[in-house]
């Protein structure tokens, strides 16, 4: 008898399956929304964001080939392709944020960061709770710059607001 998995037993809920649904038969008789291209993601981060410097480091080719990955390996179906789209946006969108910030603030690049803890996990699993716990601590955070931390925060979480559904 073979092992079932948890993984075998899940199922999407019932609105997505029959988002994923519907999208497969359009998407079968020839319509479908084009996959995103690394120049489209580009353009709407900054339109979202009103700025255009990404800093330093030449990131268009490595996104380029992420997306042919995802589009030629991953099988997305339609809701992954949403997913995907959000989230390269968002990424995209902290990037431009994260510099503009690094302007207007320039006593981040002088902060010292000498233990970083790293939080990593499955999602639902209770990171970002954790995440919270441990930036509520005002003995894990920077006492010189924890003004700029504090509003580079509240920065942040607006800029996700973006990218929230429902």
């Not at 084009?34 to 030449?58: C, H, K, N, S, V």
Request: hydrophobic residues 45%.
């Amino acid at each position: 008898m073979p092992l079932v998995t948890t993984l075998d037993k899940s199922q999407a809920p019932w609105a997505i399956r029959a988002a994923n649904a519907a999208a497969g038969k359009l998407n079968r008789v020839g319509i479908s929304r084009p996959f995103p291209t690394a120049a489209e993601l580009i353009d709407e981060a900054r339109q979202r964001t009103r700025l255009d410097d990404f800093g330093p480091g030449d990131f268009f080719e490595p996104l380029s080939r992420l997306l042919e990955s995802c589009q030629k390996e991953a099988r997305l179906n339609f809701i992954g392709k949403i997913a995907l789209r959000a989230d390269m946006i968002r990424m995209l969108t902290n990037r431009l944020l994260l510099e503009r910030d690094r302007e207007l603030y320039p006593a981040i690049r002088t902060e010292r960061i000498t233990a970083p803890v790293f939080i990593v996990g499955l999602p639902r699993s209770g990171t970002t709770l954790l995440h919270t716990l441990l930036a509520a601590d005002p003995d894990l955070s920077s006492k010189p710059n924890a003004g700029i931390r504090k509003m580079l925060s509240a920065r942040y979480s607006r800029a996700l607001d973006l990218f929230r559904v429902g």
